[in-house]
């Protein structure tokens, strides 16, 4: 079948490779292709068999089914900008950490052009798992659509036929994994500068002993470090999603702010440059938190 892909970031490339290892046909837009950053991708996408579009709703027409793969802010304009070209009856699989709102109203703009909106909420990091990361889908056509993915490899769970629940699902344990990397980086960091990190970690042990704290810490510096900017935005929808339930979301806007503060700093080049060997890729948080505490202290 015919496959869209919208956003040919991480995830969109993970799921081109496994989708074009099937032998699908594969049609990838992004809007870094235009940029200096599009080089990659086109690189990427060339050794893959994929098909580059100009546009969103160029990348749409003749698609069987849609994948919005995009940042969390751009969910709702994503579907705006696709549904010039989407076909009559096309599936439109909205894999973004969006809101519960913000699914709905991308889901009124798809139905109005014809499609068959389905929210995904992707319940963890897709890397380890692949195509095969655990999904939940949501909406009057997620089982109509859980049919298809099931033909091509995903790992799909049909939620609820009511829009909002399985994002509802992702956001509320967001607030809890996104929160606990923010958490880890704060208490870590600020247990290395006072030379505690030993006896902190000793007792979070004891309190949790299934968890391999050390190895957790690395993987959260190294996820957040690498991805803090997405993070950032999709937090922000967690905090929508809670203010949504009538909460001020006190603990998921300090997630935020502090999942794009490691951001701008990996984007100031402190945990050396992009793509570069080791950027984010410490076995030791020690090593990641040391800069950190370095920056804060003006010393190089």
């Not at 399985?166 to 247990?191: D, H, N, P, Q, Y």
Request: net charge negative; proline share 3%.
């Amino acid at each position: 079948m015919n496959i869209t892909l919208i956003g040919y970031g991480e995830v969109g490339r993970i799921l081109a490779e496994d989708l074009r290892a099937r032998g699908e046909a594969v049609t990838a837009f992004d809007l870094k292709l235009g940029g200096e950053a599009g080089n990659a991708l086109r690189e990427h996408a060339a050794a893959h068999g994929v098909a580059l579009a100009g546009s969103h709703a160029d990348a749409v027409r003749g698609a069987a089914l849609i994948i919005s793969a995009v940042t969390a802010s751009q969910a709702v304009p994503v579907a705006q900008a696709c549904a010039a070209g989407v076909d009559e009856g096309a599936f439109f699989l909205d894999f973004n950490s969006a809101s519960p709102g913000a699914k709905c109203r991308a889901a009124e703009i798809v139905g109005a052009a014809g499609g068959r909106y389905v929210e995904g909420a992707v319940m963890t990091s897709v890397p380890p798992y692949r195509i095969k990361v655990p999904l939940l889908l949501g909406g009057p056509d997620a089982a109509a659509l859980q049919a298809v993915l099931d033909g091509l490899g995903f790992a799909a769970q049909v939620a609820s036929a009511q829009l909002g629940v399985a994002s509802a699902t992702k956001m509320c344990r967001s607030v809890m994994i996104k929160g606990l990397e923010a958490m880890v980086i704060e208490a870590f960091t600020t247990a290395r500068h006072y030379g505690v990190e030993d006896a902190v970690i000793a007792s979070l042990r004891e309190t949790f002993p299934g968890v391999d704290w050390e190895k957790q810490a690395a993987y959260f510096f190294q996820r957040v470090i690498e991805h803090g900017r997405r993070r950032s935005e999709e937090v922000r929808e967690v905090a929508q999603t809670v203010r949504e339930a009538g909460l001020e979301p006190w603990s998921a806007s300090g997630t935020a702010e502090r999942q794009a503060w490691v951001a701008d700093l990996a984007d100031a080049g402190l945990f050396g440059a992009r793509g570069a060997p080791g950027f984010a890729r410490s076995a030791d948080w020690r090593t990641e938190a040391d800069r950190i505490l370095k920056h804060l202290k003006g010393t190089s």
